[in-house]
């Protein structure tokens, strides 16, 4: 098994900063991407920011110039850096993770933490 472990998250104010962590732990081959996901109430789930194996990010379109995905040399951990947070980054994150368990696998799965809460209120 998998497991994605978040931790960062909390209240802070309009213009402040939080960072989230994620590790990923267990049956790793290679991974693929690691990831952060939100989902605001009564709103879809949404890509946040993204990171390859290779090192490519994306983010988006809300979030660029203030949040920074970066992981750890062993890759097997994941930061999204907060910076100028808005009421609307308001939320809860999800690590995401895809993931090839064993060397043998033929195809790789997608993994979920089970969520921090992001508040951004005065």
């Known amino acids: 098994q998998v497991q994605l472990v978040e931790s960062g998250g909390g209240l802070v104010q309009p213009g402040g900063s939080l960072r989230l962590s994620c590790a990923a732990s267990?049956?790793?081959?290679?991974?693929?991407?690691m990831g952060w996901y939100r989902q605001a109430p009564g709103k879809e789930r949404e890509l946040v920011a993204r990171?390859?194996?290779?090192?490519?990010?994306n983010y988006a379109d809300s979030v660029k110039g203030r949040f920074t995905i970066s992981r750890d040399n062993a890759k097997t951990t994941v930061y999204l850096q907060m910076t100028s947070l808005k009421p609307e980054d308001t939320a809860v994150y999800y690590c995401?993770?895809?993931?090839?368990?064993?060397?043998?696998?033929?195809?790789?799965?997608?993994?979920w933490g089970l969520g921090t809460q992001v508040t951004v209120s005065s």
């Open positions: 995401y993770s895809n993931i090839r368990p064993y060397s043998y696998s033929l195809f790789n799965s997608d993994y």
């Open positions: 990171i390859t194996s290779g090192g490519g990010t």
């Open positions: 267990g049956r790793i081959f290679s991974i693929n991407a």
